[in-house]
């Protein structure tokens, strides 16, 4: 249990709760949660299903038969995968797809390559399987982008798994068609199995997405991870899903079983009308995000002493606040007690992630308005004053 770790953003969350429960107001920009509701069709999909149709039994280990078929016409569509319902395995959420993947193949001393910012789990779960997690640097200098040639410097003959995540969290970058080609590449050149982390990527605002599994090669050794929770505001129904090279799905499979047994029957009844029915929530969640991300970086921009890119997908900014002369933590905290604004700290996500905060805009413009004019405020009484405000205060 000393191998395995957490994710941040729940621990701030319940400090900002605590926070509020003294009377404070508190803006919360911590969760990567879409703040619209679920689609209405949707949900009514799942009621039926639950009400009228007696979804409320075991299903098949890998999902009901309908909703992998659903998938693989998703897939083609969006990704330009070309596969079959049996590689399709269907989880609560998609977490369950990154701890398998480590589970099925990292063996003790097994090293997996992973991005530095990036999702904690990944990096926690190589660790607590007994695998060594070796960081790729994600630097503001390359538009925090994996460094190709960095990666390939880092590949061992214990090299297992190159994990990477386009659109990504927690900076909102995207790799280039050139980047995803050149490491495919390296995965055929060094036999990687490789974990792409797709869940951003109808959250991807200029260009297509490519998806690495469709290059010569690479089907047979990709995993590619999505699922329901961010394209259309489905967190709390705990839908994900993988597209599984063949040799690989027997796994996956006995994994299910001896975990989970199965997903929920009637929020897959749901998530098969999300895919195959409007997408005009779906569109306007993502159009409502394009104009947050102006505001956002452009709020920040305008605040002496923060510098942020632009993000080219998902719905976090990553600021640079290392002109305060404070770690991140020491920043985030600050926000939080005397400004009232939740964000998380870039170490959250590793220890590349030092001197930048994670904000999530997924709130109404109103409150990043506000989020804004209060982070201005706060930091130029800590430039002025020095004084960080914490928990004690």
Same mark, same amino acid.
């Given at each position: ?22 009377g ?43 909703? #992998?078929?659903?998938? =693989?016409?998703? =897939? ?13 395995? =269907? ?53 925090? #982008?994996?460094d190709v ?16 995540n ?15 080609? +050149? ?7 060094h036999?990687? =199995? ?7 990527? #109808? ?31 489905? $967190? ?26 199965? $997903? ?15 997408q ?5 969640? +993502?159009?409502?995000? #394009? ?8 709020g ?6 923060v ?39 870039? $170490? ?12 999530s ?30 928990a004690?205060?």
């Amino acid at each position: 249990m000393e191998r395995i770790g957490t994710e941040t953003a729940f621990e701030a969350a319940a400090r900002a709760r605590a926070l509020e429960a003294t009377g404070r107001d508190v803006i919360h920009l911590e969760l990567g949660e879409p703040d619209f509701d679920t689609p209405r069709h949707v949900s009514e999909a799942a009621a039926r299903a639950l009400l009228d149709e007696g979804a409320t039994h075991y299903t098949a280990a890998t999902g009901i038969a309908p909703l #992998r078929e659903a998938i =693989v016409a998703d =897939v083609k569509r969006w990704k330009g995968i070309d596969t079959t319902p049996d590689q399709v395995v =269907v989880t609560p959420g998609a977490k369950p797809i990154m701890f398998y993947a480590m589970l099925a193949l990292v063996d003790d001393g097994d090293e997996v390559i992973y991005p530095n910012p990036g999702f904690p789990i990944y990096e926690s779960m190589a660790r607590y399987v007994g695998g060594t997690p070796v960081a790729a640097p994600l630097r503001e200098s390359n538009d925090f #982008r994996m460094d190709v040639e960095e990666v390939a410097s880092l590949i061992t003959p214990r090299t297992r798994m190159l994990v990477f995540n386009s659109p990504h969290n927690p900076t909102g970058s995207i790799l280039t068609d050139e980047d995803i080609r +050149r490491l495919a590449e390296l995965a055929v050149e060094h036999d990687l =199995v490789v974990l792409a982390d797709e869940i951003y990527g #109808r959250l991807q605002y200029e260009g297509s997405l490519l998806s690495i599994g469709t290059l010569p090669g690479m089907a047979e050794r990709t995993i590619t991870l999505d699922g329901f929770s961010k394209t259309f505001a489905m $967190t709390g129904w705990r839908m994900g899903y993988g597209v599984i090279p063949e040799w690989l799905v027997p796994s996956f499979s006995r994994l299910v079983i001896n975990s989970v047994s199965c $997903t929920n029957a009637f929020a897959q009844a749901g998530a098969i009308q999300a895919l195959t029915g409007p997408q005009d929530d779906a569109d306007a969640m +993502r159009d409502e995000f #394009r104009a947050r991300r102006q505001l956002m970086v452009e709020g920040l921009n305008a605040i002496p002493g923060v510098s942020c890119v632009m993000p080219h997908g998902a719905f976090y900014t990553f600021p640079s606040v290392s002109s305060f002369g404070r770690t991140s933590s020491e920043i985030a905290d600050h926000l939080l007690y005397d400004a009232g604004v939740c964000g998380l700290s870039g $170490t959250a996500f590793g220890k590349h992630g030092e001197g930048h905060l994670r904000f999530s805009y997924a709130n109404s413009r109103e409150n990043l308005s506000a989020a804004l004019q209060r982070v201005g405020e706060s930091l130029a009484k800590l430039a002025s004053t020095g004084e960080l405000v914490g928990a004690g205060s």
